[in-house]
């Protein structure tokens, strides 16, 4: 079996890590200083997803089934190596609209929602205009 990357898959970690070496790692410690003082979210935090949105690095999970529909068509095998890069910063992945509990509640209303609760719940969060939740009992 041939592992290595496609060169969709090579493009979007070079995007990806030149994004993350240039725009999130140097702001590590602007957002320790925000949390220290109590600041939640961090103030970058929104300038950085718009900035990730604008780049194309955004909702790079959601493996559309189709051209129409919303995320990157990637596998989860394509997507793993953008997941690790994302991993480097525990907070990164939510700039990139990636983050858990979001992308598997994305998952679900993607596939199995009602076109209702499409509107309601999965393009606000596809947009980044709202955050879900998971609880198990």
């Known amino acids: 079996m041939d592992f290595a990357y496609s060169p969709k898959v090579e493009a979007l970690r070079a995007k990806l890590g030149a994004f993350m070496d240039g725009h999130v790692v140097p702001r590590l410690a602007e957002w320790q200083r925000e949390v220290d003082a109590g600041a939640w979210p961090p103030s970058m935090i929104e300038r950085l997803k718009r900035q990730a949105r604008a780049e194309g690095l ?30 480097r910063v525990f907070w990164a992945s939510e700039i990139f609209n990636c983050s858990a509990p979001d992308t598997g509640n994305m998952e679900l209303l993607h596939l199995f929602a009602t076109p209702e609760q499409r509107e309601a719940w999965l393009v606000p969060l596809l947009h980044g205009e709202i955050r879900s939740c998971f609880a198990m009992t």
Do not use: K, S
């Not at 990157?72 to 095998?77: E, F």
């Not at 394509?78 to 991993?87: D, F, K, R, S, V």
């Open 58 to 87: 955004w909702n790079l999970f959601l493996p559309g089934l189709h051209e129409d529909e919303p995320g990157t068509r990637l596998t989860n095998l394509e997507y793993a190596p953008l997941a690790e890069i994302m991993g």
